[in-house]
């Protein structure tokens, strides 16, 4: 029930801005319904209370609809979308994610914050915004409370971004689609934000192929998750066992075998993202995926297995999230991972501008 208010809470605030006139008629909501149902979550378990029997219910949501919905998510990424950014353009976005991971990470260390929840901030404004804190919060164990708060420091920052950015891009790029483009897709946490900012963009100065830049750009930033998340559990549990021996006056003991950083779930995703790619590549080729499926019918399966993994799933698995995060417990967080937040972002919004404004002009789409 509340993961179905969400996703149509969500629909319905996009539509209110769309009547605003604050997106174009064609826009998509730029808040997910994930937040929504995060919110919805969290205001029913601390103002009505929850009942001891919903919690088995919520732990299967949090544990094992979360790590299916993330698998599903898999079809809705082909890896021929990187190949349209050639030689410079895969570069650049990696060096805007490693950006955005190490400069989180170490203002996590230097305000001696909590090592999990800087490195869901970290998942966060690196790679995909939403999608990578979910993914990476069941490796590294993080709490409901955590999570929660993560996915608010993420959306506010996106959504800033989102409204700011289009405009920004414009000044600095003046009228360049594929910088413009690239810096929106490099720059913005979500992939509904990213849309959000390019479709802004494309409404104020009639520029259609920012859309799709941002678009190509956005998905090949989401196909590092693959790798990331791995990289990121090593650093975490590297930092863990560290602090462990410093306490101890012990010599840190051995981290886990390298495999253990490469959960189940997203070996399943990239299963699925390859499969994806191999259903396109026979299209492209024999004109039916795998020899054997219409254009349409193949298009109309994976469109409708990410959709119900990352609109139901997922949104199933971050109402859990919610109904089980205890506002009290945000008191002992604080304010300042907001503060890593916003100095995140507008690093990763840096480094974009540089990257691009040095290489963009080599970059064709």
């Given at each position: 029930?509340?993961?179905?208010?969400?996703i149509?809470?969500?629909?319905?605030?996009?539509?209110?801005?769309?009547?605003?006139?604050?997106?174009?008629p064609?826009?998509?909501?730029?808040?997910s319904?994930?937040?929504?149902a995060?919110?919805?979550?969290?205001?029913?378990r601390?103002?009505i209370?929850?009942?001891?029997?919903?919690?088995?219910?919520?732990?299967?949501s949090?544990?094992?609809?979360?790590?299916?919905?993330?698998?599903?998510?898999?079809?809705?990424?082909?890896?021929?979308?990187?190949?349209?950014l050639g030689a410079?353009?895969i570069?650049?976005?990696v060096?805007?994610?490693?950006?955005?991971?190490?400069i989180?990470?170490?203002?996590?260390?230097?305000?001696?914050?909590?090592?999990r929840?800087?490195?869901?901030?970290a998942?966060g404004?690196?790679?995909?915004g939403?999608?990578?804190?979910?993914?990476?919060?069941p490796?590294?164990?993080?709490k409901?409370?955590e999570?929660?708060?993560?996915v608010?420091n993420?959306?506010i920052?996106g959504l800033?971004?989102?409204?700011?950015?289009?405009?920004?891009?414009?000044?600095?790029f003046?009228?360049?689609?594929?910088?413009?483009?690239?810096?929106?897709?490099?720059?913005?946490?979500?992939?509904?934000?990213v849309?959000?900012?390019?479709?802004?963009?494309?409404q104020?100065?009639?520029?259609?192929?920012?859309?799709?830049?941002?678009?190509?750009?956005?998905?090949?930033?989401?196909?590092f998750?693959?790798a990331?998340?791995?990289?990121i559990?090593?650093?975490?549990?590297?930092?863990?066992?560290?602090?462990?021996?410093?306490l101890e006056?012990d010599?840190?003991?051995p981290l886990?075998?390298?495999?253990?950083?490469i959960?189940?779930?997203?070996?399943?995703?990239?299963?699925?993202?390859?499969?994806?790619t191999?259903?396109?590549m026979?299209?492209a080729n024999f004109?039916?995926?795998?020899?054997?499926?219409k254009a349409?019918f193949?298009?109309?399966?994976?469109?409708?297995?990410?959709?119900?993994?990352?609109?139901y799933l997922?949104?199933?698995?971050?109402?859990?999230?919610?109904?089980?995060?205890?506002f009290r417990?945000?008191?002992g967080?604080g304010?300042k991972?907001f503060?890593?937040?916003?100095?995140?972002?507008l690093?990763?919004?840096?480094v974009?501008?540089?990257?691009?404004?040095?290489?963009?002009r080599?970059?064709?789409?």
């Amino acid at each position: 029930i509340v993961m179905f208010i969400g996703i149509y809470g969500a629909d319905f605030i996009g539509y209110l801005l769309v009547q605003f006139g604050l997106l174009s008629p064609d826009s998509k909501s730029p808040v997910s319904g994930i937040f929504v149902a995060i919110l919805l979550g969290i205001c029913i378990r601390n103002i009505i209370g929850l009942k001891q029997i919903f919690n088995d219910g919520i732990s299967f949501s949090m544990k094992y609809v979360l790590r299916a919905g993330i698998v599903l998510l898999g079809l809705r990424l082909s890896l021929l979308e990187a190949l349209k950014l050639g030689a410079l353009g895969i570069p650049l976005i990696v060096i805007c994610i490693t950006a955005g991971l190490f400069i989180t990470l170490y203002l996590t260390n230097k305000l001696k914050q909590s090592n999990r929840l800087g490195t869901l901030i970290a998942g966060g404004t690196g790679i995909c915004g939403v999608t990578a804190i979910m993914a990476l919060s069941p490796v590294i164990k993080a709490k409901g409370d955590e999570i929660s708060y993560a996915v608010a420091n993420i959306t506010i920052f996106g959504l800033t971004g989102m409204i700011l950015y289009p405009f920004l891009a414009q000044w600095l790029f003046a009228g360049d689609p594929v910088k413009i483009g690239m810096f929106l897709g490099t720059a913005i946490h979500d992939t509904a934000q990213v849309t959000g900012a390019a479709l802004i963009f494309d409404q104020v100065f009639d520029m259609k192929k920012v859309v799709d830049v941002a678009t190509v750009t956005k998905l090949t930033r989401n196909l590092f998750i693959i790798a990331i998340i791995p990289v990121i559990s090593y650093l975490y549990y590297k930092k863990i066992t560290e602090e462990n021996a410093k306490l101890e006056q012990d010599e840190a003991s051995p981290l886990p075998k390298w495999y253990t950083f490469i959960p189940l779930f997203v070996i399943g995703f990239l299963f699925l993202a390859l499969l994806r790619t191999i259903g396109d590549m026979t299209i492209a080729n024999f004109g039916s995926a795998f020899g054997l499926l219409k254009a349409s019918f193949w298009e109309l399966i994976y469109t409708s297995g990410s959709s119900f993994g990352t609109k139901y799933l997922l949104g199933m698995a971050m109402a859990g999230v919610g109904l089980s995060t205890d506002f009290r417990k945000f008191k002992g967080i604080g304010i300042k991972p907001f503060y890593i937040g916003f100095i995140a972002a507008l690093s990763v919004g840096i480094v974009s501008v540089a990257m691009i404004s040095l290489f963009g002009r080599f970059i064709t789409i």
